[in-house]
């Protein structure tokens, strides 16, 4: 139902059942909502005597699809998830009603005008925007009352039971003191180098293991597919691109790039015309093909003082910061070329470009001519891509398609839904593939759109349902399992004995690894195993450490602890871990509430 019930932490305000209500609107519509709250539906389970209705359940699983919460594919396994959650809802709320908790109008009232969905922008109710909110989602305010009371029901019942524990001032002194308490231990692991027998697998040890734990042998359900591709970057591998376009489009790329610019600015209509100032710009354009470089005729001859002793450099420009005319001029220039005589409002300017901010060409080769190819093969790969549209849709095969337009036909191994490798793996492939119309009906798959330059479409040429694998299939497997449990145990026993032996003051040879001062916290690299067995320890009594074991996956790991220190107090971490344990031990309360409603309850599936 609510998403706070899932939680059990969470408030329960109006504001998620408001959410609640759009989302249902999103999936199933107006009618599907009313139905909703009406009790339609066909039942799927009892609690109690009241109905668990199929259209509640479709709501909860669809929702949490569109949530993302849960993928698509794991919507079966979500089913009983989602009842088993619609089943405690309604046992809550049966509790809750039986109790007499009760809710007045008069609160009703108060809580909805202070719902924020339901006030103007002043911050004021506002009855018009109630009514329509209420009404596009084809909910009636005396529903939306009557799912409101059972909500607040609800809260009623959680704030009670979590206010009803609490920590007493010394528990939360002793917590703290755990919480801070550090300890310096020795650890050892053991490992099959310590086995003095060898480990001997029988083939009933295997046999058995292999009954007890059928559900890790299991082989999914599989398909084996046949697939073309239609594939812009294959196409574009395999026609041949000139020299000559690779720069025509290198040079496109630059006509935007930054550039260093140079200049030789004149004045005109002062010391001398327009006509004047032009003659002296048109020479020294002939100095230049003379020979001559820019940047000593800048000096000599540009007006512009600053730039002039930079041998009229101004730096690298981009567009927009200089007049249009100087811009066009000023990036129309290759790398050394001069331009004609440009006119702006300060005056007349012959531009160079004493550099460009591009790639060199011979770098970015190789892109230039993906670009170049991609796009010659546009067309080709749009026609493709139709004709494998026209083709497969009414094809009672794939290979007569792969044929009919020149594209390879790949055949795959087994493959499950969540188990496809190369192509197959990309998102949904393989649901494509157990679709009903492909995997039921044996048809071609509609045509996938993997990225913008791949197309495929697929093919089941073989099925396979689930099952269990027999033993002589996964006999390796059962073996190296068999032989990691037996070994697990030969060290547990192994670890037993030199636990009792340290105890009894027989020193085995062990090279011990030292933790000091390790907090719960800082593990220090250590297995949480190895860190919540060394805490479990009982403090040593004088000098002699206290001995014990863990096991932490296929590793056993003797310990021997040697100090127990109380830490350094710290107020922050002492108010942290009272208000966890007040929050654990009020989720305990709801826990076992829910489980000894559970144990009491008359709950039927149907």
């Given at each position: 139902m609510l998403q706070s019930i899932r939680d059990r932490s969470r408030s329960w305000g109006a504001k998620i059942i408001i959410g609640a209500v759009v989302a249902t609107m999103a999936l199933f519509g107006v009618e599907s909502l009313v139905g909703l709250f009406g009790g339609g539906g066909d039942d799927i389970a009892k609690v109690n005597g009241e109905p668990v209705t199929r259209q509640q359940l479709e709501l909860e699983v669809q929702r949490a699809i569109r949530s993302g919460q849960v993928p698509p594919e794991q919507?079966?396994?979500?089913?009983?998830?989602?009842?088993?959650?619609?089943?405690?809802?309604?046992?809550?709320?049966?509790?809750?009603?039986?109790?007499?908790?009760?809710?007045s109008e008069e609160q009703l009232d108060q809580l909805i005008v202070s719902l924020p969905e339901f006030q103007d922008q002043e911050g004021r109710f506002s009855s018009e925007l109630f009514r329509n909110r209420l009404a596009s989602a084809g909910y009636t305010p005396l529903a939306f009352r009557e799912e409101l009371r059972v909500d607040m029901k609800r809260q009623q019942l959680q704030q009670g039971l979590a206010f009803s524990d609490f920590t007493l001032p010394s528990e939360q002194e002793r917590l703290g003191a755990l919480q801070r308490q550090t300890r310096?231990?020795?650890?050892?692991a053991l490992t099959a180098a310590d086995l003095e027998a060898d480990l001997e697998v029988t083939e009933e040890a295997m046999q058995r293991y292999y009954e007890a734990n059928a559900e890790n042998y299991q082989r999914p359900e599989q398909v084996r597919l046949e697939y073309v591709v239609i594939d812009r970057q294959q196409l574009a591998d395999e026609i041949e691109v000139e020299e000559e376009a690779l720069r025509e489009l290198w040079q496109e790329r630059s006509r935007d790039a930054d550039r260093r610019i140079s200049h030789i600015m004149l004045t005109f209509n002062g010391e001398r015309s327009r006509e004047e100032a032009v003659a002296e710009l048109e020479t020294a354009r002939e100095r230049l093909v003379d020979g001559e470089a820019f940047a000593d005729l800048a000096a000599e001859l540009s007006e512009d003082t600053v730039s002039a002793e930079q041998g009229g450099d101004l730096g690298v420009i981009s567009r927009g910061f200089f007049g249009e005319a100087f811009e066009d001029a000023a990036f129309a220039l290759d790398e050394g070329e001069v331009s004609d005589i440009v006119e702006t409002d300060n005056g007349l300017h012959l531009l160079q470009a004493t550099a460009l901010e591009r790639q060199p060409f011979e770098q970015v080769r190789d892109e230039l001519r993906r670009e170049v190819a991609m796009s010659r093969v546009s067309g080709e790969f749009n026609q493709?891509?139709?004709?494998?549209?026209?083709?497969?849709?009414?094809?009672?095969?794939l290979r007569s398609v792969a044929d009919a337009i020149g594209l390879e036909l790949h055949e795959s191994d087994w493959a499950s839904r969540d188990g496809a490798d190369g192509v197959l793996s990309e998102p949904g492939v393989m649901a494509e593939a157990f679709s009903a119309d492909v995997l039921e009906e044996g048809y071609n798959s509609e045509v996938i759109e993997l990225d913008e330059d791949r197309r495929l479409v697929l093919r089941v040429a073989d099925h396979r349902e689930a099952t269990v694998l027999e033993l002589d299939e996964v006999r390796d497997r059962v073996r190296a399992s068999v032989e990691a449990r037996l070994r697990r145990e030969a060290l547990i026993e192994l670890a037993a004995e030199r636990v009792e032996q340290l105890r009894a003051g027989e020193a085995p040879e062990i090279e011990w690894q030292q933790a000091e001062a390790v907090s719960r916290e800082a593990a220090d690299g250590l297995p949480q195993a190895v860190l919540q067995a060394a805490f479990r320890l009982p403090a040593p009594e004088g000098e002699e450490p206290v001995f014990g074991h863990a096991v932490a996956g296929d590793r056993v790991v003797l310990i021997a602890l040697d100090r127990v220190e109380p830490g350094e107090v710290d107020g922050e971490v002492e108010r942290f871990v009272a208000r966890m344990a007040e929050r654990l031990r009020a989720q305990a309360a709801i826990q076992g509430l829910l489980d000894d409603l559970r144990d009491k309850a008359d709950i039927e599936r149907l």
């Open positions: 919507e079966r396994a979500l089913r009983n998830q989602m009842l088993d959650q619609l089943i405690t809802d309604r046992l809550l709320t049966q509790y809750a009603e039986e109790g007499g908790l009760h809710l310096s231990f020795r650890h050892h493709r891509v139709q004709r494998l549209i026209d083709e497969s849709f009414a094809a009672d095969d």
